[in-house]
């Protein structure tokens, strides 16, 4: 099984970026996806995660409203895309896949219910 993300750069604030999930060697239309961060000095933290179907999404509070995450199935690829980034979303973005393909959307997807996990992308923002 292999997860790669890519799409992460450097941006000034306020710009986007569209960050990718490509899998390969899993069925992928059974796991639901999630994107985590980490920033320097800070512990890993979920950003968003979508459901197998597509149908249930999960935004942290702090990206709500400017990210938007979704799939595509035929591709085997979830996307993330980010509008009105802020300094504080520097981070590395990992992604990762969870055989359950359940999402809630009220709470954070725990990190340790995801099997599988990319290498992750360097997001940087600057002001």
């Known amino acids: 099984v292999q997860l790669q993300a890519s799409g992460g750069g450097s941006v000034q604030a306020g710009g986007s970026l569209r960050l990718a999930c490509a899998a390969s060697?899993?069925?992928?239309?059974?796991?639901?996806i999630g994107w985590f961060r980490q920033a320097p000095g800070r512990e890993r933290e979920a950003v968003s995660a979508?459901?197998?179907?597509?149908?249930?999404?999960y935004y942290s509070d702090s990206v709500k409203g400017r990210f938007i995450i979704s799939r595509d199935n035929a591709k085997a690829t979830v996307y993330l895309q980010m509008h009105n980034l802020k300094p504080e979303d520097t981070a590395v973005y990992y992604c990762?896949?969870?055989?359950?393909?359940?999402?809630?959307?009220?709470?954070?997807?725990?990190?340790?219910?995801?099997?599988?996990w990319g290498q992750g992308t360097l997001v940087t923002v600057s002001s």
């Open positions: 990762a896949a969870d055989i359950s393909g359940v999402v809630v959307t009220i709470r954070p997807p725990p990190m340790d219910e995801y099997q599988y």
């Open positions: 979508i459901s197998a179907s597509g149908l249930s999404a």
């Open positions: 060697g899993l069925v992928f239309d059974i796991y639901s």
